[in-house]
């Protein structure tokens, strides 16, 4: 039966074709973030009405209920949310942060809600350096209460719901709180990644306990129960965010961190206290007659995603088609490109001063374009010199960046019967966060993607700790319009490499017309630093000799993308989600 089913599956890929009605394409196999996972083939659902992907099928389980219910875009992304941070707690949840985009189809207006954690007021730019000054290890600085910035998630659900719910919120704890109390099957990926952490996660006795009881490792299939959790969602359900962000659990958060055995950190009630989610304006790029649309700083998302593609515009792609080396070496190269500048000059703007406008400005854009007209891999790759925002200051220098993000991270797409869309990527950063966890949910360990060096010879780096700054995020939660109506809402995790999962997924999309499941299943293949990176196992292996020849190192290895879509056209939704992981989509 399941041959049969991977059969239908990878037939109906090749072939384009969509599943209607509930979908679909679970994985029941791990796929893991580490290397020896395997994946299995996807198909696309199609609705006429709402449609909801996430990275669990329990989670867009949760958010069909509130659609089928009446329940709006972000009534079904709440629902969701608290669903993740049960059965998929290793990626996202209330301990964490988001980015939201959502395109209010009344008003006909893109927005964007950043709910990323912020530092604490007591953190300084050596945060993540020991007394001579140099940076501490990466995992080092991961474990433990230091790495933990307050959580935005909380608030952002409120905030959205506020703004563009029509259920009651009660209502929207229903299913977390229900799967909590009377426990789900622990799924493969979980039990693949609990196992394969091992001892990092027995580090603390509460987060041992949760994952390791009777001290061996959860098993696939098996029923958890996390009441703790369920008490959590209760408060909140009867008290809104400030049961979370005041009152017994934010002491106990704070407790929590600030007495870590490891690594205590600096978190305060004040912290807190005074968190604000951030509305924003969208940031968004021209590409091929379309705008690419998505958060702005402090993500690097869509500033990176659209010097990418603006490089990209002046290049018959569609003409080299995705098996043609010179078709990768272009993408290569442009995104090594952008990965420069993001180095550079991308940080939480309220902190900083950033050349926002001047890295899409289309001279700009033209004239790094331009860099790629040779025939090989670029030797060398540098920031440029776009123009500064604020003409009356001097532009200040920046040393670059030195965050290492890993893969890590969940994706939630929805499209409601009034056609509300939206796009949330969320995290706890790291693969089960700080590991310290509190109230039945892991603390995020966000802190560690700021840059570890805070100064090079004097010069600062943009992207340093400060008090109250939100580190720089690679996530890209995106709505791409055409003629200003959205045809497609995506998103990835998977750290610094999610900005190329999306920009992969758009290519394959619109410029090699594939349908938006085989874009999101063709081989991952991307650049950030010097070497071009290859999915292993795939056809994007072929490449290997021709990027070489070309100039580049490649680097074959797993690369466990995590893209939720919905394709907008045609008095149709094609809910798509990614087969490396156990996404569904459901649509009506
Ligand atoms: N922590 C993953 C990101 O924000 O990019």
Redesign the pocket.
């Known amino acids: 039966m399941k041959r049969r089913t991977a059969l239908f599956t990878t037939l109906a890929l090749y072939l384009g074709l969509a599943t209607p009605g509930l979908a679909q394409q679970a994985s029941d196999t791990l796929a893991p973030e580490r290397p020896g996972g395997a994946s299995a083939a996807g198909a696309a659902v199609t609705g006429k009405s709402w449609m909801v992907a996430a990275a669990n099928p329990l989670a867009t389980q949760a958010g069909a209920e509130m659609l089928r219910a009446g329940g709006s875009a972000v009534d079904a992304m709440v629902a969701v949310q608290l669903v993740l941070g049960l059965v998929e707690p290793q990626s996202s949840g209330i301990g964490g942060g988001a980015f939201l985009v959502y395109w209010d189809a009344k008003e006909r207006k893109l927005t964007t809600f950043d709910g990323r954690e912020t530092a604490p007021m007591a953190a300084t730019p050596l945060l993540f350096q020991n007394e001579k000054g140099e940076p501490l290890g990466f995992m080092a600085a991961v474990v433990g209460g230091r790495s933990v910035g307050t959580p935005g998630t909380p608030r952002l659900l409120e905030v959205a719901h506020r703004r563009f719910g029509k259920l009651a919120w009660r209502r929207l704890f229903e299913p977390a709180i229900g799967l909590a109390e009377q426990g789900f099957d622990v799924s493969p990926r979980l039990a693949g990644l609990v196992a394969a952490e091992g001892d990092a996660l027995k580090r603390f006795a509460s987060t041992a306990n949760y994952f390791f009881p009777d001290g061996a490792p959860l098993k696939t299939g098996a029923i958890l129960k996390n009441p703790a959790y369920a008490a959590t969602l209760h408060t909140l359900a009867d008290e809104g965010a400030d049961g979370f962000y005041s009152g017994p659990l934010a002491a106990e958060i704070v407790r929590t961190v600030r007495e870590a055995p490891a690594n205590p950190g600096l978190l305060a009630e004040s912290d807190l206290a005074t968190f604000r989610v951030k509305e924003r304006a969208p940031v968004c790029a021209p590409y091929r007659g379309l705008d690419v649309c998505g958060m702005g700083p402090p993500s690097s998302g869509a500033l990176t995603l659209g010097q990418i593609l603006g490089m990209l515009e002046p290049y018959d792609l569609k003409a080299l088609g995705p098996s043609s080396p010179e078709a990768w070496r272009l993408i290569a190269d442009a995104s090594r490109l952008a990965f420069a500048d993001r180095n550079r000059y991308m940080a939480d703007e309220d902190f900083v001063p950033m050349p926002t406008r001047g890295l899409l400005a289309t001279d700009y854009l033209k004239a790094r374009s331009e860099l790629l007209r040779g025939d090989d891999a670029l030797p060398e790759v540098a920031a440029g010199t776009p123009k500064w925002d604020h003409a009356r200051l001097d532009p200040p220098a920046y040393a670059d960046d030195a965050a290492l993000?890993l893969p890590?991270?969940s994706q939630i797409v929805v499209v409601d019967a009034e056609g509300n869309v939206l796009s949330m990527t969320t995290?706890i950063?790291n693969g089960f966060g700080s590991r310290l966890m509190v109230g039945g949910f892991l603390l995020n360990n966000?802190l560690t993607?700021f840059s570890f060096k805070s100064q090079e010879n004097g010069v600062p780096v943009a992207n340093r700790v400060e008090p109250g700054k939100r580190p720089r995020?690679?996530?890209t939660p995106t709505i791409v319009l055409r003629d200003g109506e959205p045809v497609l809402t995506l998103g990835s995790p998977g750290?610094?490499q999610?900005i190329g999962y999306v920009a992969k997924t758009l290519i394959s999309h619109f410029d090699w017309g594939m349908d938006i499941q085989a874009a999101i299943s063709a081989p991952n293949v991307l650049a950030r630093f010097d070497a071009v990176e290859l999915e292993k196992g795939t056809s994007a292996e072929a490449l290997e000799p021709g990027l070489k020849a070309l100039g580049f190192p490649v680097k074959i290895g797993e690369m466990t993308s995590g893209v939720q879509a919905i394709a907008i056209g045609d008095g149709e939704l094609r809910g798509a989600a990614d087969p490396r992981r156990e996404g569904i989509a459901i649509g009506e």
Do not use: F, N
């Open positions: 993000e890590s991270t995290t950063e966000e993607d995020s690679s996530m750290g610094s999610i």
